[in-house]
């Protein structure tokens, strides 16, 4: 949705309020449907229910590819850029993307995949990977990416969780210096997966991989055997507006990761307006995100979002700081990009390397910049505003989450007048409260409380894999009627929305969502530990680091092994991104009379702020803070 001034947002928002129904009609009537809907919109957050444009039909694949091939053809849909910037780039247009996503779909249905089928895909950021997002789409086969980051147990547990009957994965995968054994670690996870009947490997690294007789097989031999049966056309299913499109895995404050479910219908309308209404797209730019497509922000804003908009998207393959520091700016100077859309934990990265890195590289194609996965400090946007955009770009800080399929609060570009780390104002649709701790709304501005939607977007999950009830517990039963989104939020004089950080026991490491009970329960599968609570930090780069408190009764001969076997242990368990940056072995934690840890202490010890831990008059044994305090890291 294009806007021009801050005067016709204001307009445009107030009629997305008076007349919810009428004005998201209005944006889905600029999708292609095979048929309309019978009703926009049945909704109740009670059991929940929420089904948008009811009776529609569509596939999403026509509206990312065929309904582009006419007027945009030739127009490149994916840019790809290798890790390794000696490689050559690669160029996809609409119509050769048109033609791969087809010819693997029926790759896909030669090796049995049907309709509602779950697929887990554990790919590198290589043009496959959208591929193969987009052929299960085109086949109305339901996909779960998991982020080449996870470990085979997490890896496992999501395929057991959606019992999914194919794996799509790769030899291995480049990020920076490092080859990731993909295909090995899927082998491993596969151990615990009797529902996989299929795995099709892409070759990338050409590392050696053991292939399985009549279980696994190679990406370019089924290319072939479609090719040669002339087999390459695929006609999209027909998809109704409320089936599933996709399982995301996401981290909660208890438990295993649940899997978010976003559907055919609702997903695209939200993810195509979003990207439109907060980039402003123009058609002839070229739009750079830089998230990994095992994430909500790739599946949104580098596959369908960019796509149903028929834009380009470059999509990068390797990490900001290989081979040097500078391999972002290299990649907006050779492919001039326009849009340029990424993390706060990237920036304060890039910065930390100074201003040599930008030497020589010529960032003029850029006009609009991007932020996404967590706060954005003052230093950061201005080092981001000034060196990046020259001062002369507008910054969306994006507001949303997992559960939301798209952005939510967040600056349009060119349009709302910008506040460093601000998300600034909700998108036409989106309706915003702030609510205390009794559940009852906060009015007016100058005020701060817990983030909650009242009224629903096409893009808000529909429910949790398998388990509808732990949807409604976690998002719909905080506070009555509403959406909880865990965050915390302050509204300033001005209505200028700022998202402070999670309310709940979820850690935002370096954009990564973790829950601190995963963390917990994998340090304690560790042979010496007792118990454990883990907590957040403010870390420079990362945003938070994770630090963990271990009751570990044995005298360590030595205690750095130790910590390194228990970082061993998170890794297998969960993956690197989950590994505690702390380890503090503790003789017990501060607990309650009844039992309860008192998390609220060892964040202060954490943070080192030590000199206000409030009431500690509660606590079982108060001793133990005196020792924790005096071991603090
Ligand atoms: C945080 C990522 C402040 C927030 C798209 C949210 C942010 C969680 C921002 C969702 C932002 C994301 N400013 N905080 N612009 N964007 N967050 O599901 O705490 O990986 O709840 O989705 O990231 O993370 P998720």
Redesign the pocket.
């Known amino acids: 949705m294009k806007i021009t001034s801050f005067e016709e947002y204001h307009q445009i928002y107030k009629h997305s309020l008076d007349q919810p129904e009428e004005f998201w009609a209005g944006v889905a009537d600029t999708f292609q449907w095979r048929k309309k809907w019978d009703k926009v919109l049945d909704w109740n957050f009670t059991e929940p229910k929420v089904r948008w444009f009811d009776g529609a039909k569509l596939n999403i694949t026509e509206n990312c590819l065929d309904r582009h091939l006419d007027a945009i053809g030739d127009k490149p849909a994916i840019i790809w850029e290798p890790n390794d910037p000696t490689e050559d780039h690669r160029v996809l247009t609409y119509k050769q993307l048109h033609v791969k996503v087809c010819e693997f779909a029926n790759v896909l249905k030669n090796n049995g995949a049907q309709k509602g089928d779950r697929i887990c895909i554990y790919m590198p950021m290589v043009p496959e990977l959208a591929i193969a997002l987009l052929a299960c789409a085109r086949i109305g086969a339901i996909h779960s990416v998991v982020f080449g980051g996870f470990s085979a147990q997490s890896i496992a547990d999501r395929i057991q969780d959606a019992s999914c009957n194919i794996v799509i994965t790769a030899d291995g995968g480049f990020r920076g210096a490092k080859d990731i054994p993909l295909k090995n670690v899927i082998d491993d996870a596969l151990v615990q997966c009797p529902s996989v009947k299929k795995v099709i490997v892409l070759t990338r690294t050409h590392t050696p991989v053991s292939m399985i007789k009549g279980r696994d097989v190679w990406w370019e031999d089924e290319i072939k055997k479609v090719e040669t049966q002339g087999n390459t056309a695929c006609e999209a299913e027909e998809m109704d507006a409320e089936d599933m499109l996709f399982i995301l895995y996401?981290s909660g404050s208890t438990g295993k990761p649940k899997g978010v479910v976003h559907t055919c219908g609702g997903y695209m309308v939200y993810a195509g307006y979003t990207f439109d209404t907060t980039f402003q797209y123009q058609p002839e730019e070229i739009f750079f995100c830089t998230a990994d497509i095992g994430?909500?922000?790739g599946h949104s804003y580098i596959v369908y979002g960019p796509l149903s908009q028929g834009a380009t998207s470059l999509m990068f393959e390797g990490i900001p700081t290989w081979p040097d520091a500078g391999r972002f700016w290299d990649v907006v100077d050779k492919h001039k990009v326009n849009i340029l859309y990424t993390a706060?934990t990237a920036i304060r990265s890039l910065m930390s390397f100074g201003e040599e890195p930008l030497k020589g590289k010529d960032l003029s194609s850029l006009t609009k910049l991007g932020?996404?996965?967590?706060?954005?400090n003052e230093e950061a946007w201005h080092w981001f505003d000034e060196k990046i955009g020259h001062g002369n770009c507008p910054i969306a800080?994006?507001?949303?989450?997992?559960?939301?399929g798209g952005h939510m609060?967040?600056p349009i570009v060119g349009v709302t007048p910008l506040k460093p780390g601000y998300?600034s104002f909700p998108l036409p649709g989106i309706q915003p409260v702030l609510v205390d701790e009794k559940g009852e709304e906060i009015h007016g501005n100058g005020v701060s409380g817990n983030l909650c939607i009242k009224y629903p977007w096409p893009g808000i999950l529909r429910t949790t894999y398998g388990d509808h009830e732990r949807c409604r517990q976690t998002y719909f039963a905080t506070y009555p009627n509403m959406y909880f989104?865990?965050?915390g939020c302050l509204r300033d004089e001005d209505g200028y929305y700022r998202?402070t950080?999670?309310v709940d026991d979820?850690l935002?490491v370096s954009?990564?969502?973790i829950g601190t009970a995963e963390v917990e329960n994998a340090i304690n599968m560790h042979a010496t530990v007792v118990e454990s609570a883990v907590v957040g930090y403010p870390h420079d780069i990362k945003g938070q680091g994770v630090y963990a408190f271990v009751v570990s009764p044995d005298k360590h001969e030595n205690e750095d092994l130790t910590r390194k076997d228990i970082i061993m242990t998170v890794s297998r368990i969960i993956g690197p991104i989950a590994k505690p940056d702390k380890i503090q072995f503790v003789s017990g934690l501060p607990k309650t009379r009844s039992g309860k840890i008192m998390r609220r202490i060892l964040r202060k010890i954490a943070e080192g702020d030590t000199s206000n831990l409030g009431d500690t008059s509660t606590l079982l044994d108060p001793g133990v803070v005196e020792e924790i305090k005096g071991g603090a890291l």
């Open positions: 996401t994430w909500i922000t706060p932020s996404v996965g967590e706060p954005i800080d994006t507001w949303w989450q997992t559960e939301n609060i967040t998300a989104t865990g965050d998202i950080g999670r979820v935002n954009g990564h969502r």
